[in-house]
């Protein structure tokens, strides 16, 4: 289990000079929602955490340690990514892909074991595509690739997950199945942390929430301190509309 | 006045007949390589040499004088590298050969492209194109290079002098026993020659078996393993200028051919051989020398 | 029959048992090829005489003709074929461009330069080898410190900086071999198209492609991962920048020891990695090394059939490689549809 911090963190968003310095704390068992309107830097913000790109200023830690100063595999076995795009350019099965997500746990010279085999065909069952596993990539629809890149994640096992828009392309079910997903995780004591476009999704499902301006302000906090209409109508630069169904504060632009 | 008018027309006539014969006596011809007859009513007076054998052969032929520029690697006779060049036999300055006015141009049948030959021919200058392949093509090349240069008296001198060399290595070696030779061509392939080619000729002539003679191309490429059957007695070789021995040292590696075993490794300057011109004859001499060697090391 | 067993791993990831079987086949048809490649030239050699000089008997001819002559040719034609198919699959890793091959970024063109200035000079055949060597390094390192020149290269940048590279040394090669006398010509000409006839030695070769795939075995894994992109692979634990840095410079190593070993044989480098694919599936575990044999029983038969066809006029190995590559790879992505 692990706990992600940043310290000042001021991500690099390329042509914005400045930026709130972000203090956050990811707790195991947390799901953080990040909300922003498109190029506010939330997958700026998520790459950073994952030591993917240099910060501006501030640092990540994971566990107390300097995510510059851990080794790539240590922090692979800490922290996964689900990537927004994803791009193929060889030839590969649903299986193989889901099963590079025991690299971090690999030494070098071991092949597979049956129980990294075991894993990933346990994340492919997850999530639906147990039948596919012979599958090339290249041929997969657009939300049974996203439903891919959560398995590969899922056999990566990592104590952090760090999701950017998880429910892209996803229908209906599926959505309610990945959220649903990232939810036993963070039960199992994960943290989650994702990128979301979908404010109903994040009310149902985020237990904290920190919202990206394009200025590079930002405020954090617990999800119903935090979803208050004035406030997101300004994230968002759109009016909004809010009424309450089976529980849950629903969210619906206005023009 | 008018009855002697006949008289005069007839006069003019016969004198413009006598003019037309005169001329006609006076027009040189003759056939080219390429099965082609140029006739010159006057003999050249400036030449352009668009191969280096085509230099050799005019300076050759007496006609050295009348050349007025060449094409790169036109090194013999010395005072040829002195003229003025127009580009190398495969990619001609067309505008620098047609500014000097050329009255004649020695082309090299595939040497030259064909198409910048024709387009001389269209601008009206004459096309000359040698390219000997037998002893005697050299020998006529110099009668037939004299003749368009006015200089028949020098070409056929030496043209006799390098038939009667020739005849001389014949009568020679005519009954002299055989000798396996290989040429060497190149080294980076390995080439070497057929019969048919120039060299395999000066071999045969030497009393020499060329072991690749048989071969279907004139220069054909080789490998060192055909080579170390074919076991020549002597092994020749030209080489990247004129005094280079390297690849003579090459074949040390293998000491059980003939040829090394008995020390018969012979560098030849490949200008000697390698160009169809009178020189030819000095490279043959050396050529039959060397087999003389051989035959005495057995 | 091999195609059956072997289509297997195309599906998942292939098991210890999967790997050796399909490697064990290769090897078997590398060992194959290379005793073909003995027994076959323009002199005839009774196959029971050659078997003789390998366990140390014949007779002196055919001592020369198999110890001195035709093994090494046929060890350097491994070892080149070998190192060129693995750099080129590294290559198309590394770029993330399955079109890349070992000379996409303008190695070759570096060592033909080198090789021609040396031939242009008149050198001897191991200065050649050593000019063009140096040729190639310098491409390597010219195209490298280009597309690092503001501090980050990406595979596109580095492509774009070889592609345009190469068609600079290819402008040089020409420029050379306009220049240069008629006589030259016929040894450049080869030595362009590939040709395996002055390869002595191919130590130096054989000795880099058994390291590199020693080397690169532990390094599979994280080539697979890389081939899903830098980031994704940054973010599964791949040191993605370290990576990048000795797979281009092992690549170009490679490059530059078969370019040194035999000029400039295209094809291999392109087609081998393909046609492994489209059998074996994209494990570098399984790829890498399956290049090394497959790549040089290639090579070891094309060169074959390049010094017997007309024998003893030889024709250069490079025109073999494409006739007997091109109709195998078609009917393989035919097939694979």
Redesign the interface.
Known sequence: MSRLETHGLVIDVPGRSGGDPLDLALLPGQVWGVLGPNGAGKTTLLHTLAGLRPSRAGRVEVDGVPLTRLRRRRVAQCLGLVFQEHHDGFPATVEETALIGRHPWLSPWQMETAEDLALAHCALARLDLAELGGRQVATLSGGERQRLAIATLLAQEPGVWLADEPTNHLDLHHQVAVMRLLDEQAAGGRAVMMCLHDLNLAARWCDHLLLLYPSGEACWGPTDRMLVPAALERLYGQRLASAEVEGSRVFVAVP | MTQRLPGVVGLLLMLMAGLVEQAAADEACAIDDAEQEICLTVPAERIVALSPGATELLFAAGAGEQVVAVVDHSDYPPEASELPLVGSHDRLDLERLVALQPDLVIGWVTGNPAGQMERLERLGIPVFRIEPRTFEGIATALERLALLAGREAQGRLAAERFRQGLAELAARYADAPPVPVFYQVWDSPLMTVNDEHLIGKVVTLCGGVNVFGGLARLVPRIDEEALLVADPEVILAGGRGEANRRWLEDWQRFPELTAVARDNLFFIPPSLLQRPTPRLLEGSRRLCDRLEVARGRR | MAGASLRVC????P??GQLALTLGLLAAAALAALIVAVAL???AVPLTDSLAVLVGGGD??SR??IL???LPRALAAFATGGLLAVAGALM??LL???LADPYVLGLSGGAAVGALLAMLA?L??AL?SGSAFVGALTATLLVFGLAHGTGSWTPSRLLLTGVVVASGWGAVITLIL?LS???QL??ML??LMG?L??ARGPGVALGLLVLVCLLV???G??L??L???G??A???????RRLEWLVYLLASLMTAVAVTTAGSIGFVGLVVPHLL?LVL???Q?LILPACALAGGTLLVLADTLA?TVI????LPVGVITALLGVPVFLFLLHRSR
């Not at chain 3, 195309?10 to 990831?13: F, Y």
């Not at chain 3, 940054?234 to 993605?240: H, I, N, R």
């Not at chain 3, 024998?311 to 030889?314: L, R």
């Open positions: 195309a599906h998942g990831h098991t210890l030239g323009s002199a002196d001819m020369t003709l001195e002559l035709r198309q890793v993330r461009n399955p008149g001897g055949s050649v306009s006398p008629a006589r016929p040894g080869y030595w040709d006839a002055h075995v532990p390094l894994r994280s697979n991962v081939a899903r992109g980031l994704q940054a973010a599964l634990g791949v040191p993605v694919r599936g994209n494990d575990r010094r024998a003893p006029e030889q």
